[in-house]
Structure formats: C-alpha cells, structure tokens
C-alpha cells in the first residue's frame, strides 16, 4: 500500500525566506506526483505534476524535484511572501488515476 | 464561473439521516472522483468514476453509495449518516485523454458534521 510522508506538518518563516517542503513516498511504481495547494474554505488548487520521467518542473517562485528511485520530492519555494501561507499537499498517483496524499504541511509566512 | 462545484457547501445532520452531496463540472472530463479530509489523516478516496458506466470503490467506500447521472454529474450519498462520518468533502475531475499523468481538478468541498 502506498504511503504518502510529508515534512514538516508546520513551518513559520518571515517574509523573503527561501524554504523547502519534503514529501517522501514508499511505492516507487508512480505516474506522477503533483504538489497541491490548499486555503481554507477552498478546495486545493494544483501547482505541479512532475511525470514519472521527470526529474524537475519549475512555475514561477515554485520549483518542484523529484527522485523516483529514493521515494522523495521536495518542492522549493523561493522568496516567500504572505500571500504564500496555505496548506501545501504532495500526492502522487498510481494506477487508474487514483492519488495518495501526504497529510500536508501548513505554512505560514509572516509579514 | 467555477468549473466544479459542489453542493451544498456545508451541512449539519442528525445520526440516522440520509444525506446527498452533489458535484458537478464544467471542464467536460470523463473522471471524477469523490475524497473526505479528516484532521491529520490527508485526503482519502471514497469513490471514483471513468465514465458514465463505470463506478470504482476507492480506499474507504463502506457507509458510502455513489451514482453518475451523467457526464457531469457525480453525488455521493450516505445512506444512514454516521458522526465518525464528519469530514470535508471534495469531488475533483480529471481529464484521461490527455494521457496517464491527468491533473485533477477540485471542487470547493462540503463540509459535513453528522451530530
């Protein structure tokens, strides 16, 4: 059964920082993991999909890794603002597009 | 106009009631799928759908029935509601002509508290 990590469950960083989020996986056998962002009352919003082939995908401050063979993404968030602080979601999908995802990690962004 | 919504967006209800939720989408897909989000557990698929015709269970479908009326048109239904059934609702919708790795698309969820 696939099982879906991230790290940290929280994070609280002033304006401008750099941070990185981690999302770790235990099933190599994926199509895709997608980096999901979610605000409250609101329903999540898609940032990344980076394919099983792929090693990156980058949008705007958001670049997004991916290391199939040791189970890990991190995504990249740079100069972070407060219009940043949400919940951010790593899935990945596996068969019949069915997705697994992380618990989250909760970021805040101070001004 | 949001491409999937869903309705209603929160409800409260007695144990014992049957509760619908409905979801529909705009974006034309022929996927869609319905997830519950529990405090520290992430997001769970109940049930998923890739076509009219065609209904999957997912991770946790007991105390849950689904139908797909139409391409669009995909509730889900709690045949005798449950407080351990308390939960965020999302439908979501994908796209699986444009390949495997199809992004998907959520609605705004429905919050849900059985009493």
């Known amino acids: 059964k696939q099982e879906v990590t991230q790290i940290p469950a929280a994070l609280s960083v002033p304006e401008g920082e750099n941070l990185v989020l981690n999302c770790s996986f235990t099933d190599s056998a994926i199509y895709n993991l997608q980096w999901f962002r979610q605000d409250p009352g609101k329903g999540l919003t898609s940032l990344l999909l980076?394919?099983?082939?792929?090693r990156e995908q980058t949008s705007g401050r958001l670049n997004a890794s991916l290391d199939k063979s040791s189970g890990r993404s991190t995504l990249y968030i740079a100069a972070s603002q407060p219009g940043d602080s949400a919940t951010y979601l790593c899935?990945?999908?596996?068969?019949?597009?069915?997705?697994?995802f992380g618990e989250g990690t909760q970021l805040t962004v101070n001004p | 106009d949001a491409d999937v919504t869903q309705t209603p967006r929160n409800r409260i209800t007695k144990t014992g009631k049957r509760i619908m939720l409905e979801c529909s989408q705009t974006?034309?897909?022929?996927?869609m799928y319905w997830y519950r989000q529990d405090p520290g557990l992430g997001l769970r698929l109940i049930y998923y759908?890739?076509?009219?015709?065609?209904?999957n269970k997912g991770e946790i479908s007991d105390g849950y029935s689904v139908s797909r009326q139409a391409q669009a048109k995909f509730s889900l239904s709690l045949e005798s509601a449950i407080p351990n059934q308390t939960a965020l609702y999302f439908c979501?919708?994908?796209?699986?002509?444009?390949?495997?790795?199809?992004?998907?698309?959520f609605g705004p969820g429905t919050r849900l508290t059985v009493l």
């Open positions: 899935a990945v999908q596996t068969s019949g597009s069915r997705l697994t």
């Open positions: 979501a919708t994908s796209d699986f002509r444009t390949g495997l790795t199809d992004t998907q698309y």
């Open positions: 759908s890739f076509d009219v015709k065609d209904i």
């Open positions: 980076i394919q099983s082939s792929q």
């Open positions: 974006k034309g897909h022929d996927r």
